[in-house]
């Protein structure tokens, strides 16, 4: 193996070896302390732009499954850090290593990274860029600014797609990046679903209910999506947003976001049920969060994050919209509030 | 007093220790107490076992050294009016208690309310019909199993399910009584002796084969669930899970398995109702996501001590708080203080537990492992890499292995056999495999150990053979170095690698010395709950190569005292040293210095992050203490709260300058060398039993024939087998002697002279600089020839003769000041007549410390704990002559575990636990702890084979007061003959080697015994002869059974003179002139 070395934004390196794709590259650096699911996290569309840190040691296990598996069609993160990678691995859907596949997509990895260093770094200086270099390549990079960067448009589908047509209710699904198991969600519940590129003007389409879905970066990046949610809400149709969904749907019912210094990502946030004594273990992978004190008079705080106190999740008093921070489809992480999705299909 | 307004709970403790529920429920209990301390809710708290934390001063209000049985429990809540009962942390043992008082009505009689589970869901989940029923209203599979109620049934349902199956024990712990059938021939055997401990026994398909997965739920009353963790068997389903290296989190798992088995988990336990924490384990098939639901625990268990300790989640803590009615998210993470209880831990290490086994111990134990546990202890190993995890549990387990490879070669006559008949040594023979050319596929098939864990294994064979390469430590390349220690390789073991023949301990430490240079050092990591994600003050800390920082900074400042722990938990060290250790750090804490403590098994107090200012849950290795100590600085270590290993460090702790607190390493070397002792007692004028080091047979017949028969003899090295034994004639020596291994230079046997018809006397004390400033004696009831480990011990001592006491007391003086002791120690006497005998000293606290502290309410761990730290102290004015109560230590054996184990006493230990119960009198403190160690009083039927003449005539009194008493007793040929001589009625019964009716052997079957008292002639054990065919038949058809005439006659004579209602319900404070 190469000898391969992170370097942070703010100068300090990680010394390890190359177990991917051999060539620089960079984006922002993020840890995520779920201890399983590297596949699907890889494969979300909401990593685009990031380099993600799997504080769990121990990586390429179970191996990578066929595709059908995956969150999407690629690898979307831009790179892969561990601490101790696997090359032999060993399960009976694995059809490659992760290295080879990580190679295959042209995605770099490391390995032998003191990753509880590394996360304790960005935890404590707040997520920054960084730069893999790997010994014997070029190593020339342009930096990047990950915040300024529209990840939605580019990982966003570019047509209007259909599924399961003639299926008992139409959701019309705005892809942002949106994650595969939310669309098997769907589907396994019988509906059809449309789904329309990130900027697509869908008001004049037939549905019975508005889904807007993940994806990566900065929810101020999508101004034409936040247009069509608030045209949307001239309306009564059932609105669910997921993770930067409920971004959107706070921005377009006028609340602000902001970036969180280090962001949620893993498989272990608790968040309470606002008004009731039920809480769950959700699934979270976002850096930007709904800033609670700007949302209008007509909204109110549906979850919140029993760690940080941070929102989780928003819901207008009288129409039936409502949105979560977490991932109840899970893909990767628990699937406590999978329930979600058959509240909304209700209201339809 | 939580939500449910509770100003009084009960907690049933677990007993004690004994193969399968071990010191987890002393941890589990006192988490338990300390939350409802909390709580300001006054406990009370029954629990025989004199030597846990949680029976100690300031746990729980109310202490009660009574068995834990429904019958004593109703005496006390009778007594106490508890408002309340915790049932689920004392093990099965204190479920099982507590669903039988709900099924009296005992509960609802004095309306005590039962917290947490309810027993309606225990009942669900230990009833295997209705535990499937209730499964299958959720669509949850289980293994197909039917429960059965007699062999007929049984052979008719293992039909139908086709073999093999597995027969399993309703009610039972530990997987005891069952096992696997291959045909109706096994099934036969192993039914008879399932219905001997339950009435219902469940026939069961085997999956032997699929993967182990278990998953640690808790669940609030409002309905909130969270898995802990989940954990991966390295040994696949077909071994119990307490006999399997086990893996948190799991390896093999992809994130769609995990999370299936998870959300069926928190399934299962919301439809049973559980409020608290419960385990579910599972099959999970290997070829895809088909699992099964194997079994459910309602209640605190091993795996949830594991889990606690793998992941810093306090289950038995969060598990008391939601039985008092709060919710998850009413607590905080007790790790990060700012973040809920209601997450789940994310680790961002590896975690393994090794079992340690010491069936070495035992007379034809089945060593072959299977459903059935065996394990007498656990280790945890943590590390960031699988390799240095499992290399360093390899090591913890102290069975002389210094990791997967570099090892004293075994000798495996088969490999293939040993591969897939997996006993103790298995990972071993997995390791002589991989390097004698097996490759991980042949291996996987022989084993069905996951090939992900062979292949790991094999990357520590590739480091192996690398370092093999190197002949020079010089030449070593930096990068294997920094890879080796990655994977857990010791720098004994590279020492070995590379070749250091001749002495590896130096060898080792050039390693140390040359990777010291190139700045190749472990980091210490905190385990933080959450991997890092926020900040964390815990101190819960292991050391990893895998790492470039730690998470802690040292002050430097000199303050801190380093406690060593005792290890693995293993027949001869135990729960004691965990008190011991426990009370040393509360000591160095209250006189103002940060406590540290090194230790690394799961199942202890001494291990809970809080009860510690640091603690390094890591290698007690010369190695890693080292490392510690340099990290540390400390002001001291103390050596002596822990049992022999941290003792056999002491010279090379002192050889590197480390400050020993307390007595010399070199009075350590003194007392422990038998040369120097022996020459040393010869100094000062203390009589010794004579012995002697020989290396050929002929110098061991001269000596014996000065000493004469009987000899103890113990070799140096031994192939199997007991380390030592009695031998009364040639023909006993020489048969032991081929057994053990060939006499020779190398492998000297020693051999001394037996004393017979001796007493054994036990001397704790504490000195400081050689004056002894307090002490206790004991004296055990059993005559010297049964190890003091095993042997049943009063206190204060109630038949010796003050002259034998003063000259204990001169003598153990005259030794003191010789070793100018500072701190604990303890002297073995023996005594005849007036004539006293050292057997041997130990310079550090003894097995039995917590038993005399807590009877002479005297803390003599917190006075040598305080002269080691050269606090100035008084000499106690309290002695054991103030005493008007006497205790009784009695030990708990787990024969029942150990197939085919011959379950006679001898002078090596073989009993895993022990209790200490306290009457007004020796028959009510001997009748108790009788009761608590798992005897009845027999109903009406004894079996008696007693021995030799002497012991016979011994026996006599105790006979008359049987038949006084009404009993009939059955005796054996010459037992029966004596008996009638001597004007006692009995019936006389037939050997299995005569003819002729009845048969002994047959009333054991058909239970027409109620007891059986069975003397071995001599105390050469081990063949089959006719005294062990019904002694282990008594065993395996759960009939109570005595070995030796001195006990069993204290035993008939305490339960001829006291009924169970004649028995003193007081507290320990009730003892003396305490006030409660």
């Known amino acids: 193996m190469n000898e391969a070395t992170l370097i942070l934004e703010d100068g300090s390196r990680f010394y390890g070896y190359s177990f991917g794709a051999e060539h620089c590259t960079n984006g922002e650096v993020v840890f995520n302390t779920a201890m399983t699911g590297y596949t699907e996290s890889l494969t979300d569309p909401s990593y685009a732009g990031q380099m993600i840190v799997l504080t769990y040691p121990l990586a390429g296990n179970y191996g990578v499954p066929g595709s059908?598996?995956?969150?999407?069609?690629?690898?979307?993160?831009?790179?892969?850090?561990?601490?101790?990678?696997?090359?032999?691995?060993?399960?009976?859907?694995?059809?490659?290593?992760?290295?080879?596949?990580?190679?295959?997509?042209n995605v770099p990895a490391i390995t032998g990274i003191d990753t509880r260093a590394l996360a304790k770094r960005l935890r404590e200086r707040g997520v920054m860029c960084g730069k893999i270099e790997i010994e014997g390549t070029d190593n020339t990079q342009l930096s990047v600014e990950y915040g300024s960067v529209n990840y939605v448009a580019e990982v966003s589908c570019k047509e209007v797609i259909h599924y399961n047509a003639g299926g008992l209710k139409k959701v019309l699904l705005v892809d942002c990046g949106v994650k595969q198991n939310i669309i098997r969600c769907l589907l396994k519940r019988g509906v059809e679903v449309i789904r329309v590129p990130w900027n697509y003007d869908f008001n004049n389409m037939e549905y019975d209910g508005l889904l807007l879905s993940n994806g990566p970066g900065n929810p101020d990046n999508c101004p034409r999506t936040v247009e069509h949610i608030r045209c949307a809400m001239r309306g009564d149709k059932p609105i669910f947003g997921i993770c930067m969904g409920n971004q959107l749907l706070a921005k377009a019912g006028g609340a602000s976001v902001y970036k969180l210094k280090y962001g949620h990502r893993s498989h272990n946030q608790p968040v309470r049920h606002l008004g009731s004594d039920r809480c769950f273990i959700t699934s979270q992978n976002h850096g930007y969060a709904v800033d609670d004190n700007t949302l209008g008079q007509d909204w109110e705080p549906l979850f919140v994050n029993m760690n940080d106190g941070s929102n989780e999740g928003i819901r207008h008093k009288g129409k039936p919209w409502f949105s979560v921070q977490f991932h109840p489809e899970a893909a990767a992480g628990p699937t406590d509030t999978e329930f979600l999705f058959d509240e909304f299909l209700k209201m339809l | 007093m939580g939500r449910y307004n509770v100003k009084k709970a009960l907690i049933l403790g677990s007993g004690a220790l004994k193969i399968g529920e071990a010191g987890e429920f002393d941890y589990s209990g006192s988490q338990a107490l300390k939350a409802l301390k909390e709580e300001g809710i006054e406990t009370v708290l029954i629990n025989p076992n004199i030597a846990t934390v949680q029976t100690s001063k300031g746990i729980a209000d109310h202490i009660y050294f009574l068995p834990v049985t429904p019958y004593f429990a109703e005496k006390v809540i009778e007594k106490e009016?508890?408002?309340?009962?915790?049932?689920?942390?004392?093990?099965?043992?204190?479920?099982?208690?507590?669903?039988?008082?709900?099924?009296?009505?005992?509960?609802?009689?004095?309306?005590?309310?039962?917290?947490?589970?309810?027993?309606?869901a225990i009942i669900d989940t230990e009833d295997r019909e209705k535990f499937v029923g209730r499964l299958d209203e959720i669509g949850v599979k289980t293994i197909s199993s039917q429960a059965v109620e007699n062999l007929q049934d049984a052979r008719n349902a293992a039909r139908e399910l086709g073999y093999p199956v597995i027969i399993r024990v309703a009610y039972a712990l530990g997987g005891l009584g069952s096992g696997f059938c291959n045909n109706e021939q096994e099934l036969d055997l192993l039914c008879e002796k399932a219905?001997?401990?339950s009435p219902q026994v469940l026939v069961e398909k085997s999956l032997k084969g699929w993967k182990e997965i278990e998953y640690e739920v808790v669940r609030d009353s409002y309905d909130n669930c969270i898995t802990v963790c989940n954990m991966e068997n390295f040994d696949p389903l077909g071994i119990h899970t307490g006999e399997s290296i086990v893996i948190a989190p799991s390896q093999t798992l992809s994130n769609s398995e995990y999370h299936k088995l998870r959300e069926l988990a928190i399934r299962i336990i919301r439809h049973i109702g559980i409020v608290g924490e419960c385990n579910v384990q599972y099959a999970l098939d290997p070829y895809s996501e088909d699992y099964r639901v194997i079994e459910v625990n309602a209640r605190l268990s091993r795996s949830s001590a594991l889990a606690s300790k793998a992941t810093g989640y306090p289950l038995a803590f969060v598990a008391a708080k939601l039985g008092l009615g709060y919710g998850l998210f009413d607590l905080k993470n007790s790790v990060t203080k700012s973040t809920s209880a209601f997450f789940e831990p994310a680790l961002d290490y590896v975690v393994c537990k090794i079992p340690r086994w010491d069936l070495g111990k035992f007379h034809g134990v089945e060593r072959v492992l299977g459903s059935s546990m065996k394990s007498v202890g656990e280790v945890m190993s943590i590390g960031r890499t699988f390799e240095e995890a499992i290399q360093k549990g390899l090591r913890m387990i102290g069975q002389g292995m210094h990791g997967f490879v570099e090892n004293k070669e075994l000798v495996i006559e088969d490999i293939e056999k040993s591969l897939s008949e997996p006993t103790d040594i298995r990972i071993f023979v997995v390791s002589s495999a991989l390097r004698s050319g097996y490759s991980v596929e042949m291996i996987h098939n022989l084993t069905k150990i996951d090939k992900w864990f062979l292949y790991k294994l094999q990357n520590i064979i590739d480091t192996s053979m690398q370092l093999h390469c190197i002949s020079e430590l010089e030449q070593m390349p930096e990068s294997l170095m920094k890879k080796a220690k990655r994977q857990g390789f010791s720098d004994f073991q590279i020492a070995r690698a590379i070749g250091f023949d001749e002495d590896l301990e130096r060898g080792a430490l050039k390693v140390r010395a040359l990777r010291k240079l190139h700045g190749i050092l472990p980091v210490v990591s905190r385990i933080d709950t959450l991997a890092a994600e926020y900040p964390a003050q815990t101190n819960y800390l292991y050391l990893t190569y895998s790492g470039i920082e730690s998470d802690v900074e040292y002050k430097d400042d000199h303050n801190s005292v380093v406690v060593l722990g005792s290890g693995a938990y293993r027949i001869g060290s135990s729960v004691e040293f965990d008190w011991c250790g426990v009370q040393a750090l509360n000591t160095i804490r209250k006189e103002g210095f940060r406590s540290v403590m090194i230790n690394y098994n799961p199942e202890t107090v001494s291990t809970d992050y809080d009860i510690c200012d640091r603690l390094y849950f890591d290698e007690l290795s010369f190695e890693r203490v080292m490392d510690i100590l340099e990290f540390e600085n400390p002001y001291g270590v103390i050596l002596s709260a822990g049992g022999q290993i941290p003792n056999n460090l002491a010279m090379r702790l002192d050889g590197q300058n480390v400050h020993i607190l307390g007595t010399s390493a070199v009075s350590i070397d003194n007392a422990e060398d038998r040369d120097k002792f022996s020459a040393m007692l010869d100094r000062i004028g203390v009589d010794q039993p004579e012995w002697s080091a020989l290396t050929s047979m002929k110098d061991i017949y001269d000596f014996i024939g000065k000493v004469g028969f009987p000899v103890l003899v113990r070799p140096?090295?031994?192939?199997?087998?007991?380390?030592?034994?009695?031998?009364?004639?040639?023909?006993?020596?020489?048969?032991?002697?081929?057994?053990?291994?060939?006499?020779?230079?190398?492998?000297?046997?020693?051999?001394?002279?037996?004393?017979?018809?001796?007493?054994?006397?036990?001397?704790?004390?504490?000195?400081?600089?050689?004056?002894?400033?307090a002490y206790a004696i004991s004296e055990h009831i059993e005559y010297a020839g049964v190890h003091s480990g095993d042997a049943t011990i009063q206190f204060p001592p109630q038949k010796l003769y003050m002259e034998t006491v003063r000259r204990i007391k001169h003598i153990s003086r005259k030794i003191a000041g010789e070793l100018s002791i500072s701190g604990p120690f303890n002297i073995q006497f023996l005594a005849r007549d007036n004539d006293i005998k050292v057997i041997e000293c130990n310079l550090r606290a003894s097995r039995s410390f917590p038993f005399v502290s807590k009877i002479l309410k005297l803390n003599l761990m917190e006075l040598a704990t305080r002269i080691m730290l050269g606090i100035d102290v008084e000499k106690p004015s309290k002695t054991l002559f103030d005493l008007d109560y006497v205790g009784i230590k009695a030990s708990q054996f787990s024969f029942n575990r150990l197939q085919n184990a011959d379950p006679v006493l001898g002078v090596d230990m073989v009993s895993t636990g022990e209790v200490g119960c306290i009457g007004d009198d020796t028959q009510s403190a001997l009748l108790k702890s009788m009761l608590s160690v798992g005897y009845d009083i027999p109903g009406k039927n004894i079996l008696l084979s007693t021995g030799n003449a002497r012991q016979k005539a011994e026996m006599l009194p105790a006979a008359r007061q049987l038949r006084d008493k009404g009993y009939t007793l059955y005796a054996t040929g010459g037992t029966s003959r004596y008996l009638t001589e001597n004007g006692v009625d009995n019936v006389l019964v037939f050997w299995p080697s005569e003819n002729g009716h009845p048969q002994a052997l047959d009333m054991l079957h058909n239970r027409e015994v109620d007891m059986v008292v069975n003397i071995p002639k001599n105390l050469t054990a081990g063949e089959l002869d006719n005294g062990y065919i019904i002694r282990r038949a008594a065993v395996d058809l759960n009939i109570p059974l005595i070995t030796n005439a001195r006990l069993a006659s204290a035993f008939i004579g305490a339960f001829c003179t006291l009924a169970a209602d004649d028995l003193e319900i007081k507290s320990w404070a009730e003892y003396g002139n305490d006030i409660d």
């Open chain 1, 68 to 105: 059908s598996f995956w969150e999407s069609g690629r690898i979307y993160a831009k790179a892969l850090i561990v601490s101790d990678y696997s090359e032999s691995y060993s399960h009976w859907n694995a059809e490659e290593s992760l290295g080879d596949w990580l190679k295959r997509e």
């Open chain 2, 81 to 120: 009016r508890p408002d309340s009962i915790f049932l689920s942390f004392g093990g099965q043992t204190a479920l099982n208690c507590g669903v039988e008082l709900y099924r009296k009505g005992v509960l609802e009689r004095y309306g005590v309310k039962v917290l947490g589970t309810q027993v309606q």
């Open chain 2, 195 to 197: 219905f001997s401990f």
């Open chain 2, 716 to 773: 140096s090295y031994v192939l199997s087998g007991a380390a030592m034994n009695v031998c009364s004639n040639y023909g006993e020596l020489e048969s032991f002697l081929k057994l053990a291994a060939n006499v020779s230079k190398k492998h000297p046997v020693v051999v001394s002279r037996f004393i017979e018809n001796a007493k054994e006397v036990e001397f704790d004390a504490v000195a400081r600089n050689g004056e002894i400033m």
